[in-house]
């Protein structure tokens, strides 16, 4: 339902009384009071206390629950992102659909009586893949992403053409909940520092969304310099154990006048895959806000409802190391990735409730949760006997390897493939020069596995074979850069390999539809693999099993598995690398489970080496501060009968 302007009928139909009170599309307004250091709601003083969730990171029958836990919490705002790859997964084909539905989900923010402040980009960050930009773009490798390089800019034009007109209804003076739009992202963190390009948008987001929008624009304290601009209303960011007063003061030098913002003040942080989970105390960010809401600012605290990276669209970070973010977007947020309320939550509600009404009423329960298994996985086959179906189309062809972008994958893997061209009877050192795996490769000899080469690593195999041997790479895409001064982050082998003092040249590249496969092929019963034991290297296992109860939230378990990529029903469900942690967990939403003794289906590719039982659990209960060390202990600690069951348990649903 679109904002409509108050008709004449619904005039009509109220009594005078109200419809003069009711602030009509025309008096709707939302402005900055310099003369009091405030923000105006239709002419009265006006302070936002806001959250950010990403829609991109909630499956859309869940929106409603995680909006009302955030009303109920005491917020009048929320903020999020709009993920410009989410809606344009090729230049001109746009997806608004289902849990893309960005109408939907503003009218859900408008029925939880939200406001909402938006940040379209182009570029979020967000840790989300690319920061957001459609890694289509680097189809053109020379590109120069986020200035006022023509061929950008022209994309970005094309976007937003298709994506503000949709949001103009929406804005507040119109009818609608946006009260404010930011301009970019955190520009003063990009080296480019290139006004030309933020004035270029300054003009687009005036062009096609009015004179009346607030737009503004979000930094670190370190990038207030090249990421403010006039006539852009300039905020902040920083987190509990940042000097607030020190950071305000450096705002006013951009905003002398006007409320004071800080557009992202973190409740906890991101986790990357091989380092510890992250956290942030309930003291220090209660204690933050505090002290923020007694000065008269406006705060949206990042995160309130982290989420989770579903599929492949975790980001990544560069700190002399590639660091790919985890599949659970958590963030140690006061709303849990599985929709909980936590201390946190409580915590910052109390604070709120100190300095504008909260709603009354009780806070929705938990969802229910419930535990399964364990469940025994059978072998379906390795990823090489399914090629034809994961590459319909064939191979291409071509004497050096051609990256992820220049054969048009955006996601997922790609197999590399070329034939030795004489016997090697010594172990032979093959690399790939220049830290050219982006970023994780299989290595396979006529389909027997030889081990992995990543990114960060500067590692060798060594490896034998006969003249015509298959040589296989199969390459993983964990995640492009959101963050960082270049964030063109091509994927594949960026070099030809090379074996002993041979370049290794004429390859076949097999993109692969990992997912069409595991959608439509393995509802189909595959025969069991007639494998003698279980082979090393990529694998599909799976597993089809009736849940008897109702069901419930879960989380999928994988102790002893390695490292891949996980689906429910089709659903692909994220990441797993329970070999790296600190996840060790992936959230199952209890939507994607059929009761009632329907059957389920889980599906595993399996990348390097599967536990001698390869068996799963679903707990009731999520593991995301668990490096592979302290994993074991955790295991030890679990219930004897949790590990021990033999068959699938009967629902304990709670
Ligand atoms: C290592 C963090 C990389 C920079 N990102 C920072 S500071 N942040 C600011 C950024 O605007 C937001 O999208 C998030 O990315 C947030 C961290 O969660």
Avoid at 331 to 340: F, L, T
Wanted: a neutral charge; proline letters at 8%.
């Amino acid at each position: 339902m679109a904002p409509k302007k108050p008709s004449c009928l619904r005039s009509l139909l109220l009594p005078l009384s109200l419809t003069l009170l009711l602030p009509q599309a025309d008096t709707r307004s939302f402005l900055v009071d310099r003369d009091h250091d405030r923000f105006l709601l239709d002419g009265a003083p006006f302070r936002y206390v806001s959250g950010s969730l990403h829609y991109f990171r909630v499956p859309r029958v869940l929106w409603t629950d995680r909006l009302l836990k955030m009303r109920w919490s005491g917020l009048n705002a929320i903020q999020f992102y709009v993920p410009w790859n989410y809606h344009e997964p090729q230049p001109g084909v746009y997806n608004f659909n289902g849990s893309r539905d960005l109408i939907a989900f503003l009218n859900e923010a408008a029925l939880a009586n939200l406001l909402v402040i938006l940040r379209p980009g182009p570029y979020i960050c967000a840790e989300w893949e690319m920061g957001g930009l459609p890694s289509w773009l680097l189809q053109k490798p020379e590109i120069h992403l986020r200035t006022s390089d023509p061929d950008f800019l022209a994309a970005v034009d094309s976007w937003f053409k298709v994506l503000l007109p949709k949001i103009y209804p929406w804005l507040y003076h119109n009818g609608g909940n946006i009260i404010s739009i930011q301009v970019e992202n955190e520009y003063g963190s990009y080296r480019a520092c290139d006004f030309s390009y933020m004035r270029h948008l300054a003009g687009l987001f005036r062009a096609l969304l009015g004179e009346k929008i607030l737009l503004f624009t979000t930094d670190g304290p370190e990038g207030l310099k090249c990421g403010s601009l006039q006539g852009l209303y300039t905020t902040v960011d920083f987190g509990p154990a940042d000097n607030m007063t020190k950071i305000f003061t450096l705002l006013r030098k951009y905003e002398p006048h006007g409320p004071l913002v800080n557009s992202e003040y973190y409740t906890g942080w991101l986790d990357y895959w091989g380092q510890n989970h992250s956290t942030r105390s309930v003291s220090a960010v209660t204690k933050g806000l505090e002290n923020m809401l007694k000065l008269g600012a406006s705060v949206n605290m990042y995160m309130f409802h982290g989420g989770t990276n579903f599929g492949y669209w975790n980001g990544a970070d560069k700190k002399g190391r590639f660091l790919p973010i985890t599949t659970s977007y958590d963030y140690d947020a006061p709303i849990s990735e599985a929709g909980d309320p936590t201390p946190k939550l409580f915590a910052l509600r109390d604070v709120i409730s100190k300095f504008q009404e909260v709603p009354l009423g009780p806070l929705p329960p938990p969802s229910p949760k419930m535990m399964l298994g364990p469940l025994t996985l059978h072998l379906v086959g390795h990823l090489l006997a399914f090629l034809d179906l994961l590459c319909p189309r064939g191979p291409i062809h071509s004497i050096l390897p051609m990256t992820f972008e220049a054969v048009k994958q955006d996601h997922g893997f790609m197999l590399y493939r070329t034939y030795m061209t004489y016997t090697i009877f010594e172990p032979t050192p093959f690399w790939v020069p220049h830290n050219g795996v982006h970023d994780r490769a299989y290595v396979m000899v006529d389909g027997v596995f030889q081990g992995v080469l990543e990114r960060n690593m500067r590692d060798k195999l060594f490896l034998t074979g006969q003249l015509g041997s298959k040589l296989d790479i199969l390459v993983e895409n964990m995640g492009r850069l959101s963050f960082g001064s270049n964030s063109s982050d091509f994927k594949g082998l960026l070099e030809p390999p090379i074996l002993g003092q041979t370049i290794l040249t004429q390859w076949l590249m097999f993109p692969l539809k990992i997912d069409n496969l595991v959608k439509w092929w393995f509802p189909l019963q595959l025969p069991k693999w007639p494998y003698p034991q279980a082979p090393s290297g990529p694998t599909f296992y799976s597993k089809t099993f009736p849940i008897l109860g109702s069901v419930g939230d879960t989380f999928l378990y994988l102790p002893g598995w390695t490292k891949g990529q996980v689906w429910i029903n089709g659903f692909n469900l994220g990441r797993y690398w329970t070999k790296q942690g600190p996840q060790q967990t992936l959230y199952v939403p209890r939507f994607l489970l059929f009761p009632r003794g329907a059957l389920n289906k889980i599906t595993l590719l399996e990348l390097e080496n599967v536990p001698l039982q390869p068996q799963v659990q679903f707990l009731d209960k999520p593991i995301l501060n668990s490096t592979s060390t302290l994993h074991r202990t955790h295991i030890n600690s679990l219930s004897a009968d949790t590990l021990s069951a033999s068959e699938p348990m009967e629902l304990s649903g709670h």
